[in-house]
C-alpha cells in the first residue's frame, strides 16, 4: 500500500524567515503535485513535477522531486503571511491505463507576523 | 483549466437518508474522480468515475454506499446512501484534463448527518 507522509505536519514560522516541507512517499512514481488548501476551500494546483530533479518555482515558493529518493521539497522564502494554509502533496500511481493520485498528510503552516 | 461547480455545496442530512451530489465541469475532461476529506483530514479517493461505464472503486468503498453515473464527460454524480453521522465529510469532485496533467477541484460540498 502506498504510504505518502509529510513533515512536519504543522509548521508556525515568523515572517521573512525560510523554511521546507518533505513529502516522502513509498512506491515509485514519475509524478507529483503539490496543492494549497485555505481553511473552508477547495485545492488550488500550485505545481505539477512530471520527472526526476524537476524543479518548479511561483513566488515565494520552489518545489522539486527526486524520484530515486521518493522525496519532494516545498520550500518557502521569506515567508509572508498570505502563506499560511494547508499544504498537500500528492502522488501518481499507475493501474494499467489507469492513474490516481494518493495524498500526503498535509501540512499546516501558520505564518506568524 | 478547467471550471468545476459542485451542488449542494452544502447540507444537513438526516441519518440513514441519501443525497446526491452533482459535479459539473465547464468543458469536456478525460477523466473525472470523486474525493472524500474528514474533517482536518488529508483527501482519499472514492472512485474514478468512468464515462458509460461502473465506477472504479477503490478499497474501503462499494456502490451500494456510494453509487456514481457519469453519463457524459462534463457531467458526474456520487450519491451516499443510507447515511450515518461517519459520513459527515467534504465531497470533492475532481478533473483531470486532455493533457493529462493537471488535476483540479471543484469547490466540495460539506455534508452533515445528524
Known amino acids: 500500500e502506498l504510504k505518502v507522509e509529510q513533515n512536519p505536519l504543522f509548521l508556525s514560522m515568523q515572517e521573512g524567515k525560510n523554511y521546507t516541507i518533505y513529502c516522502n512517499y513509498s512506491t515509485t512514481s514519475d509524478r507529483l503535485y503539490w496543492y494549497r488548501q485555505d481553511p473552508g476551500k477547495s485545492l488550488e494546483s500550485l505545481f505539477v513535477?512530471?520527472?526526476?530533479?524537476a524543479v518548479k518555482q511561483e513566488g515565494r515558493l520552489m518545489a522539486s522531486l527526486d524520484t530515486k529518493a521518493r522525496l519532494s521539497t516545498l520550500h518557502i522564502t521569506a515567508a509572508v503571511h498570505d502563506l499560511s494554509a494547508t499544504y498537500f502533496c500528492a502522488v501518481v500511481t499507475y493501474t494499467g491505463t489507469a492513474s490516481k493520485l494518493t495524498f500526503g498528510t498535509g501540512t499546516r503552516l501558520q505564518v506568524t507576523l | 483549466s478547467a471550471v468545476i461547480s459542485q451542488k449542494p455545496s452544502r447540507d444537513i442530512c438526516q441519518r440513514g437518508t441519501s443525497l446526491t451530489i452533482q459535479c459539473q465541469v465547464d468543458s469536456q475532461v478525460t477523466m473525472m474522480f470523486w474525493y472524500r476529506q474528514q474533517p482536518g483530514q488529508s483527501l482519499t479517493l472514492i472512485a474514478t468515475a468512468n464515462q458509460g461505464s461502473e465506477a472504479t472503486y477503490e478499497s474501503g468503498f462499494v456502490i451500494d454506499k456510494f453509487p456514481i453515473s457519469r453519463p457524459n464527460l462534463t457531467f458526474s454524480t456520487l450519491t451516499v446512501s443510507n447515511m450515518s453521522p461517519e459520513d459527515s465529510s467534504i465531497y470533492l469532485c475532481?478533473?483531470?484534463?486532455?493533457?493529462?496533467?493537471?488535476?483540479?477541484f471543484g469547490p466540495g460540498t460539506r455534508l452533515t448527518v445528524t
Open positions: 475532481s478533473v483531470r484534463t486532455g493533457s493529462g496533467y493537471e488535476q483540479y
Open positions: 513535477l512530471l520527472s526526476n530533479g
